[in-house]
């Protein structure tokens, strides 16, 4: 679901990123991310500049959102979500301990308000995501435009991107959880993305 907020199109509960709202969170929220890609594990972690990389990755279910090759940059697909009422995927929560940390992870994802060109977007889920939370905190994800559905059409999987995601989370997870990414919107590897685009 989308709404359009003076002239602007924005997805439903869409968190607009900027120092202020950043620093506004962290004094009112315990802060989580919800991971579904390559924040599956914790190398995926690494490489963000982040202080403090999460080691503790709790696995959970996201509602009413679909995981896909939606995330895009030029011609390069990745992983997205996009929401989708009925549908759920498989990933992990986990603690973001500061705010420079959470503007580090977002900048490193390349999302709305940071880049001009980005196409993800930072999005509420405390209420989407299948575990019981304490009270304070708040759970986001980053997620993509419905359109992004048919943009992807031209778009080639990122090289070895969904090998590596695939590669990583079978060193981390259970083969329950594999199974569970799999049957949710996970690809073994980038000539199965190849196939599940030319196939729309």
Known sequence: MEVSLTGKTRLKNEFAISTYSIIELFKRHKVYVFGYGSLLYPEGWGGRWMENEPIDLTVTNLNDFERGPFGLYGINNFYGVI?????????????????????????????????????????????????????GVVVHTVANRPINRTKILPSWPSSGYYDMVMRNIKRFHTDKFVADFLETGGFKDDREVKQYIESL
């Not at 990933?91 to 060109?117: C, N, R, W």
Request: proline share 4%.
């Open 83 to 135: 929401r989708t009422k009925g549908k759920h995927l498989n990933g992990v929560v986990a603690h973001i301990k500061t705010p420079t940390d959470y503007f580090q992870l977002m900048l490193s994802e390349f999302v709305v308000g940071l880049y001009h060109t980005a196409n993800y977007r930072i999005v509420d889920v405390t209420e989407e995501v299948d575990i019981d939370l304490p009270k």
